[in-house]
């Protein structure tokens, strides 16, 4: 595996709190002394939170596409009635 | 191989879809109901429930829900505590029973700043087959066989060795187009 395949993978396991005793020791020794080590966890968390930000965004396209389908939909005429008549103001 | 990747993957796209289309039926009446009774509108009760939606599904991946309900009555709880979170002080109140004072909303939910729709908007164009793999061993915690099944890859070490690429790529993209790129030597 490439090196900086296990530096990926080391960053992984450390922020996912599975890192050995020993090892994690270790790991925070050199995020002490060593400043890029420190720069690549933090790009690290920030690419799996643009992951889940991705994830989140296709979710709420896909169900923007259910909710089309839903109030569009000739045999979902009942369904949408029941869901209009609510927000109806007298 | 191509056709075989693409069958896989639009069949599983197709499998959570119609999850989605079931829960739709099943719950956006009752979180209807629930936002008309606050004074919300029609718009308000769609967001409120996509945004549900979304942290019911988390919850499920993550077996984070111990409690025996039916899924409609979860969601509800769901809705009403992003309710709060979004009109605590302008709309009114909302009591909570003791299964919805359990439901906590994860905290980076609503904390989408403009440099991440940034870094996602630019990722989306050079990356999105890498943000899909991502996506399907990180968000939706696809082990690696399947993986391997619905983007037909050859075997595991072929997956496995993809996904450090794809974390690699992406990375080193969140490093070149930082903002606060100097910041983070700090």
Not at chain 1, 18 to 25: G, I, P, V
Not at chain 2, 150 to 173: D, H, I, M, P, W
Request: net charge positive; hydrophobic share 40%.
């Amino acid at each position: 595996m490439k090196t900086s395949w296990n530096n990926i993978k080391t960053i992984e396991r450390y922020l996912a709190g599975k890192l050995e005793t020993a090892e994690a020791l270790l790991f925070k020794a050199r995020l002490l002394t060593d400043p890029v080590l420190r720069q690549q966890v933090t790009l690290q968390e920030k690419t799996y939170a643009l992951v889940r930000l991705f994830a989140r965004r296709e979710i709420k396209s896909q169900l923007d596409r259910t909710h089309r389908k839903l109030s569009n939909h000739p045999e979902k005429k009942a369904f949408q009635q029941s869901i209009l008549q609510l927000f109806s103001k007298p | 191989m191509e056709v075989l990747e693409r069958n896989n993957l639009a069949q599983r796209r197709m499998e959570i879809e119609n999850a989605f289309e079931e829960l739709y039926k099943q719950a956006f009446p009752l979180v209807a109901r629930f936002v008309s009774k606050m004074n919300g509108s029609f718009q308000d009760a769609k967001d409120i429930f996509h945004d549900a939606l979304i942290i019911f599904y988390e919850k499920q991946i993550a077996r984070a829900i111990t409690v025996r309900v039916a899924d409609e009555v979860y969601i509800l709880g769901i809705a009403k505590n992003l309710w709060l979170c979004k009109f605590k002080q302008t709309r009114g109140h909302v009591s909570l029973d003791n299964l919805e004072q359990d439901i906590s909303i994860p905290e980076d939910y609503f904390q989408v700043n403009k440099e991440n729709n940034r870094l996602l908007s630019l990722l989306q164009i050079s990356g999105r087959k890498c943000l899909e793999l991502l996506r399907a061993i990180y968000y939706d915690k696809l082990g690696l066989p399947a993986v391997v099944h619905v983007f037909g890859y050859q075997n595991v070490r072929s997956a496995t060795v993809q996904k450090y690429k794809c974390l690699e790529k992406v990375r080193n993209k969140v490093k070149e187009k930082s903002i606060s790129y100097e910041d983070l030597l700090e």
